[in-house]
Nanobody
Framework: QVQLAESGGGLVQAGGSLRLSCAAS????????MGWYRQGPGKQRELVAA???????NYADSMQGRFTISRDKAKNTVYLQMFSLKPEDTAVYLC??????????WGQGTQVTVSS
């Protein structure tokens, strides 16, 4: 099994930056991709960014250029660096991992609040 632990959320003013971290533990060799979804108040869950085992990155169109996903293989950690944050970026950000032979694994979520 894979466990995910997120950190780095918080309150930031519009235009500010935050970096989220997601540390994976357990059967990390079975992870094919990791990334982030988010769910804002009254909104559906949407993909933010993902990175595959091979290092291919994918971003939602609305976040391209403002958000950067990266990883530290030695720490089994994926990061989401967010710049130029807007109030509409306010959401619970959920880390996920695509694991071979298993359903998607989710973290507990971390709240990001952007004030205007």
């Amino acid at each position: 099994q894979v466990q995910l632990a997120e950190s780095g959320g918080g309150l930031v003013q519009a235009g500010g930056s935050l970096r989220l971290s997601c540390a994976a533990s357990g059967s990390i060799f079975s992870i094919n991709a990791m990334g982030w979804y988010r769910q804002g108040p009254g909104k559906q869950r949407e993909l933010v960014a993902a990175i595959t085992r091979g290092g291919v990155r994918n971003y939602a169109d609305s976040m391209q250029g403002r958000f950067t996903i990266s990883r530290d293989k030695a720490k089994n950690t994926v990061y989401l660096q967010m710049f130029s944050l807007k109030p509409e970026d306010t959401a619970v950000y959920l880390c996920y991992a695509e694991v071979s032979g298993r359903a998607t694994t989710w973290g507990q979520g971390t709240q990001v609040t952007v004030s205007s």
